[in-house]
């Protein structure tokens, strides 16, 4: 196939100059880098974010292949309806591609929120990603194909246009909705079709540092490189373990003590913990009976007897069901990210969880410097606790932040120096505008041996610790109280205590109920025993027998019971 390249190196632009005959393809991929974009105008500076209705309905849900996700974005722009000048940046990890199309499909509702005009630039800048970056060419302006598609989660027409300029990166931004008056802009899967100009080339892997990310979203990348393949070491038969850190919410590790509970995900350059608590949901506490109940009664039983069953089911429905019908949802707490600089390679990385003991663990080498964290969540102090150690004094290096995509602020904490807070409240009002939502707060409090703690502008930062103690809480108003002093209290508390204390009352707590019951169905042997959990699962699923994995996998249940569910917690 020929082509024509010429390299434009004063303006950093690649022109090229396909045979016709190239096929355009969908060049977006989700593990591409995409980042929201609000309040920005063709040609004008980056402004990144936006405001969503939820975690799943973030910009990666375009990309996701999946037409039943969708990207949602209500961020208003001066004047003008929410949603438009909205859009994202996306650096495809194809490189660099030439686009001469794209095709969008609409989302599961509300018609007036289609996109029908967008823009379209590109950018070669090494800095296109960054707030206030304005360094991008218009290659498209105009219809977006869904100008005579109505049906909800359907793909519109396609658009073709010209253009023989190839961009490592690309800016997508609504400039126009179907309804005059909406409250955003939607869809569910946009592709932009084109070129690669190096098709033979791996694809590219993107990942910010954890504390200049902006999603939140079920999925996760470390930036670490991890090598060498290291073998089974725990004394317990009984855990799980993994060669790699979680790239899912899924593969995460699960922790809890019945109210306090994350998903551990084990990075060793980006850590990620997601956070739970029991109490914290989207509604306020209101009076469901409905008033029309009792009249309708008597109706209802005359057609039940009557034998008029779909009638019947048909007034009840209208008329004795609570107000409203439904249940608001409930809410994660919010999440820890964690940022370790320099710690790109690793060798020998373990992840595990030791069901005995409820508490998970990473352990790698760096530079003949072994790091290990251990990380539970306890039910008798009633927080979170995390311990980072290395086998060189002064090695552990980290800043740390909390995250929540809405509803709430991370600041340094008021009167503790060694503390960070997530303060917030839901949004939730009522019939009559009052706002109703819970209030809710997360508290992070390292206590450092040997190196210096700082704090600033809601971001902790480690330097030269010889080992560090986290302590982790989170609280609402659910059941009376103020969240952030109920925080305070437990984690002050628990922060005079040793680690070592701490992980003895924890694990003593855990084992008189885990400890109750043990299975004996025989063993798997030495050899597969020693295999990491993935591939026992492989062989398992292959048809291979594997009672040792049985018998783990039966005690996982009873372990997410216990983590989830104690005396006094919800039902």
Known sequence: MKKCISLLALCGLVSVCAAQNTPATNILDPEDLILPLQKTLKGAPNKLGGDWGGDGEQPISAIDGRIQSKYFNKAASGAGNPGLDTGFFIAPGAGATVVTGLRLATGNDMPDRDPLRITIEGSNAPNAREEKSDIFTLIYEGPTGLENQLERTSWGQPITFANTTA???????VTQTRGERVDGVQYS???LLGT?????APRIQ???????RTQINDKWADR???????????????SLWYRQPAKLWEEAM??????????????????????NEDTLWDGYRIDPNNPKSVQALPQVQRLLFEGKNKEAEKLAAASMMGTPSGVRPYQSLGELWMEFPGQNTATNYRRNLDLNTAITGVSYERDGTTYNREVFSSAPAGVLVSHLTASKSGSINFQATLKRQKDAVCLAHPTNPNAILLRGQIDSKDSAGVQRGLKFAAQVTVVATGGTVSNQNGVLSVTGADSVVIIIDGA?????????????TRSATAARKSFAALKAEHVADYRKLFGRLTLDIGTSGAEVEALPTPERLARFKAGQTDLGLIN??????RYLLISSSRPGGMP
């Open 476 to 488: 609402t108003s659910y059941r009376g109280g103020d969240p952030e002093a109920l925080c305070t």
């Open 206 to 212: 993107y990942a910010l540092p954890a504390l200049k």
């Open 552 to 557: 783990t996998y039966f005690q996982f249940g």
């Open 196 to 200: 690669r100009t190096n098709p033979n």
């Open 167 to 173: 961009y490592k990166s690309y800016r997508v931004l």
């Open 189 to 191: 899967e946009i592709q």
């Open 254 to 275: 699960p922790i809890g003590n019945g109210r306090l509970g994350a998903m551990v995900f084990g990075g060793v350059a980006d850590e990620r913990l997601q956070l």
């Open 224 to 238: 670490a490189t991890i090598s060498g393949a290291v073998t089974h070491s725990s004394t317990s038969p009984r």
